[in-house]
């Protein structure tokens, strides 16, 4: 596992946006599938967007697919998801994930080993 930094997280109100941030070890960055997670009180850890090693290929959840983008900063080891059109169901801590080197890029949080600290995202009406 390595040690991943997230930040961005804040009280807004609906129809605000938000970017999440999320700093990885070089190799890390360079060679993992990365992920962006939910987790709201009450329900499981459920994927928000990956994107394989290197950034070729990116997927969003429908839930937030038109409003959310995956992006990164290859200079910066840095992966970020900005948030357009918060709605009161994105209120969850959201979570930054890393898998394995060279690995596939996935959707279940369970193939995910290294994971940021979280940060909490609440929207209000």
């Known amino acids: 596992q390595v040690q991943l930094v997230e930040s961005g997280g804040g009280l807004v109100q609906a129809g605000d946006s938000l970017r999440l941030s999320c700093s990885a070890p070089?190799?890390?960055?360079?060679?993992?599938?990365m992920g962006w997670f939910r987790q709201a009180p009450g329900k499981e850890r459920a994927y928000v967007a990956v994107?394989?090693?290197?950034?070729?290929?990116?997927y969003y959840a429908d839930s937030v697919r038109g409003r959310f983008t995956f992006s990164r900063d290859n200079n910066k080891n840095t992966i970020y998801l900005q948030m357009n059109n918060l709605k009161p169901e994105d209120t969850a801590i959201y979570y930054c994930?890393?898998?394995?080197?060279?690995?596939?890029?996935?959707?279940?949080?369970?193939?995910?080993?290294?994971w940021g600290q979280g940060t909490q995202v609440t929207v209000s009406l």
């Open positions: 994107q394989s090693f290197g950034g070729h290929n990116t």
């Open positions: 070089e190799r890390t960055f360079s060679t993992s599938p």
């Open positions: 994930a890393a898998g394995r080197y060279w690995g596939p890029t996935t959707r279940l949080a369970g193939d995910y080993d290294s």
